[in-house]
């Protein structure tokens, strides 16, 4: 499978881990692999002092397990190192994945125990796909949520995500997919713009300056090559001096200066009043420096027109997993009967039974609480909202679920999730769930 721009999906059958092969080997012997099962991917709790998550990777994961296939090589290497027998490489020669994948659309918000991801299946499946769902949802959604809250703190003013530099190359990239599903407007990454068609921005870093003769050469050199509408990074040596050079070189056609160290606050307030006396109105300021939501809260009162955030965004602002798990919650018994089936350990806890969620809203389209059905559809209002969609059916991917097209479609659905959630949502400081999370057991 490739995108429109024609990127292809490397393949993922070993992105996992050892013990998902040796289970499907036990499985294959017992002849329990064949069993019917679903699996549900949810998270028992939100990170410490967060109100919701936001789902994000779900794209990722149907790109991939398209091309979750074993390669000859592979086989051989799994044969030669002796992960697993003769049958069980015979089995995976042939895998492909036939099941049917259910979930909450890119961009929702969620709660403990929502239903993010539902995998239906034969066992053996749904097994070899744990770590690689797992690996996606838990970094993905956990940028995503972190995005979600810097740009519900920066309200109107745009969010640019740059933090290519500070993750790992594969991760640089999912990262900027999931900022952009989380309301930033744009990447520095320019194969996320490739492969997702994210709008991509960038002008020039410090080392840019340090190259030429003095300053002025530089910004004389950067607006020539790249307009009058450039962003000037302006804090290389004094900020007073360069903002006066940029305003004299460009005049009021400057695009934009980037402040991106010191007090950001006080340095916004008087570059502005700068720029104005120069009569460079139009000017726009644009910050950096390690911006998180808290920094960026502090900065809703400085005359700041966008943000320029890296790394506390790509590390999940404090939060970087979203501790999700992936667990059997229904399997066929001997009869071909479906069986609820449920840890029962201390602190991890998980409830039997195929789950249904749906949002319930109050008379004003306020969402109030997440409802999850246990074995069958929750009872519905006229106005609550079904939260699950098919992805994936009998193994053949559903149109819309990947590419540019499902990056803009999971934003637009996040812009939506929050409109509907309490304003509540929209603090920083630490609390409870906006919603509360309600099972309704099957009569």
């Known amino acids: 499978m490739s995108t429109e721009t024609g990127w292809v999906p490397p393949a993922t059958s070993l992105y996992t881990d050892h013990y998902e092969l040796t289970m499907l080997q036990a499985a294959l012997r017992s002849g329990a692999a064949r069993r019917r099962s679903v699996f549900e991917a949810f998270a028992r709790r939100l990170p410490d002092g967060r109100r919701y998550g936001v789902v994000a990777g779900t794209g990722r994961i149907l790109e991939g397990i398209r091309n979750f ?3 000859a090589d592979q086989l051989d290497f799994l044969a030669r190192t002796k992960v697993v027998d003769t049958p069980t490489i015979d089995w995976l020669a042939d895998f492909r994945f036939s099941g049917d994948i259910y979930g909450y659309a890119e961009g929702e918000a969620y709660f403990p125990y929502s239903p993010i991801l539902t995998v239906e299946s034969s066992f053996a499946e749904a097994c070899v796909l744990e770590t690689y769902i797992l690996s996606i949802l838990n970094h993905d959604c956990a940028i995503a949520s972190a995005a979600s809250r810097m740009t519900t703190a920066a309200g109107e003013r745009p969010c640019i995500e740059m933090g290519s530099r500070r993750t790992q190359e594969e991760s640089a990239v999912a990262a900027a997919r999931a900022a952009i599903i989380g309301g930033f407007t744009s990447t520095s990454n320019l194969e996320a713009g490739y492969r997702y068609g994210i709008r991509t921005v960038g002008t020039a870093a410090h080392s840019f300056t340090l190259l030429h003769d003095s300053e002025r050469d530089a910004f004389a050199a950067q607006l020539a090559s790249l307009g009058h509408g450039t962003t000037l990074l302006v804090d290389t040596y004094d900020v007073e001096t360069a ?3 940029a305003v004299e070189l460009a005049g009021p056609d400057l695009g934009g200066v980037r402040l ?10 008087w570059v502005r009043r700068l720029l104005d006396d120069l009569g460079n109105h139009n000017t726009h300021i644009t910050v950096t420096s390690d911006l998180d939501e808290y920094a960026i809260a502090a900065l809703a009162s400085a005359p700041v027109d966008s943000y320029g955030v890296g790394t ?5 602002s404090g939060a970087p997993t979203a501790s999700m798990v992936y667990k059997l919650v229904s399997r066929e018994n001997d009869d071909g009967i479906q069986v609820p089936v449920a840890k029962a350990a201390k602190n991890k806890i998980s409830k039997g039974g195929r789950k249904y969620a749906l949002r319930r809203l109050d008379d004003r389209g306020v969402a109030s609480a997440e409802v999850i059905g246990i ?5 519905s209002d006229s106005n609550d909202r079904p939260l699950l969609e098919q992805f994936v059916k009998n193994g053949e991917l559903l149109p819309g679920f990947t590419g540019a097209e499902a990056v803009r479609r999971a934003a637009e659905r996040h812009r939506l999730s929050l409109a509907e959630l309490p304003g509540t949502h929209r603090r920083l400081q630490r609390g409870e769930a906006v ?3 309600e099972f309704e057991e099957q009569a």
């Open 435 to 437: 919603i509360p999370t």
């Open 260 to 269: 991106d160290s010191g007090d950001l606050v006080t340095q916004a307030q």
């Open 375 to 379: 074995g069958h559809r929750p009872d």
């Open 69 to 71: 296939t074993f390669s």
């Open 312 to 316: 506390e965004l790509v590390t999940g």
């Open 243 to 245: 903002v006066r050079t």
